[in-house]
Every structure is written in C-alpha cells, then in structure tokens.
C-alpha cells in the first residue's frame, strides 16, 4: 500500500511538470504566432506602399525594399519558432496523455488495495468483537484472583498469559520440562494452577500434555 501510494505520489508530480510545461509551450506559441501576425501586416503594408506608387525617391523605395526583405527573413525564422514550439507543445500534450493514464492506473490500484484493507479491518474488528464477548463469559467463570494473574501474566508475555502444556514442552516458551518439573505437575491437583518454570506462564494440561 506504501509503496502504491508513494508510486501515485511520484507519477502526480511528474504529471504536474508535463502539464506545466504544455501551458507554458501553449503561451509561448501564441506569443510566437503573435509575432509572426505583427511582422506579416507590417511586410503587407510596406508591400502595398511600394505596390501604389507614392514613394518615388529611389533612395526610399531601396529601404522599403531592403525591409520587405529583412521583415521576410524575419518572417521565416519565427515561423520555424513557432513550428518548435508547436513540437514541444505536442511532446509535452503526449507526455500528460500517458501520464494521466499511469495516475488512473495507479489511483485504481490505491482504490482496490485501499477497499481490501477497510474490509480486513472490518474483518478483523468483527472477530475482536466476538472474541471479546466470548471472553467476557468465560472470565464470568473464572476466579477473580486467577484472572488478575493470567492479565498480568498476558501482559509481561506479549499478551499470552497461559500456554498449552503439549508433549511435556510449554507451547508458551517452547521449552521442555524437566523430570522434576513434570513430577509436580503430575502431583498437583486437577484444578490447581500449575505454572512453567521458565517463562512463568500458566500451563494449561490436557490429555495431550504427556503426564
């Protein structure tokens, strides 16, 4: 999930970058076309001038001339900046197509992995509550000072305050008991409570214990 959120995280800001630079490339263009429009009217009115015959100096009809010819050199040039420009306008559209599509893709992911979680949770919060009632009606049938022990105990014990007596082995510690060890559990009656040695926990018996 860490991990999905922090590859949706990485792919918003790269689509953040590419959508700046498309709206940057966008202006750029139109200031370019700007250009190009300002410089095309001007050689237009200079060519008109030159077409009606009012200019009859020869030394104003070789400027006019020469400046219908810069302004179409001038022309041209920022015409390829605007063709440039158009390309990068168009690599970076591209590049906030694919990502847009990666951020869906990812954000789908987030969303599933996101609905399986809140459903384990709910999973797990309904198994807590079940097993609380149970515990509830079985620490109704325990003795008080027993199960002031057993909290105490599951709370020293990483929350296991009794373990299973399996094989003559404590399922808690998973240490085995020792000859004398097993003699007093043996020896203790059926409703004393017996506890490992080792880790303290109490020892549940059962016909599996191994005694």
């Known amino acids: ?7 949706l995280a990485q792919h918003r800001d790269l689509l953040v970058a590419a959508q700046t630079e498309e709206s940057d490339t ?14 095309r009217q001007r050689a237009a009115r200079d060519q008109q001038r030159l077409d009606s015959g009012a200019i ?7 400027n006019l001339q020469r400046e ?6 001038r022309q041209g040039d920022l015409e390829d900046v605007v063709l440039e420009v158009m390309e ?21 992911k987030v969303d599933d992995a996101t609905a399986r979680r ?15 009632k149970e515990r509830e009606v079985v620490a109704a049938s325990v003795p ?7 909290d105490k105990l599951r709370a020293q014990q990483g929350g296991v305050g009794a373990a299973k007596l399996f094989q003559r082995r404590c399922e808690g510690c998973r240490l085995e008991l020792n000859i004398t060890e097993l003699n007093d559990v043996r ?3 059926p409703d004393e409570v017996v506890r490992c040695e080792n880790c303290r926990r109490i020892l549940v018996r059962t016909a599996d214990s191994g005694l």
């Open 187 to 189: 020896a203790a009656a």
């Open 144 to 150: 008080a000072d027993l199960l002031k022990l057993y």
């Open 56 to 62: 009859t100096s020869p030394k104003d009809l070789e």
């Open 1 to 7: 999930m860490q991990a999905l959120e922090g590859d």
């Open 88 to 108: 990068r306008r168009e690599s970076a559209q591209e590049r906030v197509g694919e990502l847009t599509a990666r951020v869906e893709s990812v954000q789908a």
């Open 118 to 132: 809140d459903a384990a949770f709910e999973e797990i919060d309904g198994e807590v509550a079940t097993v609380t």
């Open 68 to 73: 219908i010819v810069s302004l179409a050199k």
């Open 26 to 39: 966008d202006r750029e263009q139109t200031k370019a076309e700007q250009d190009v429009d300002q410089v």
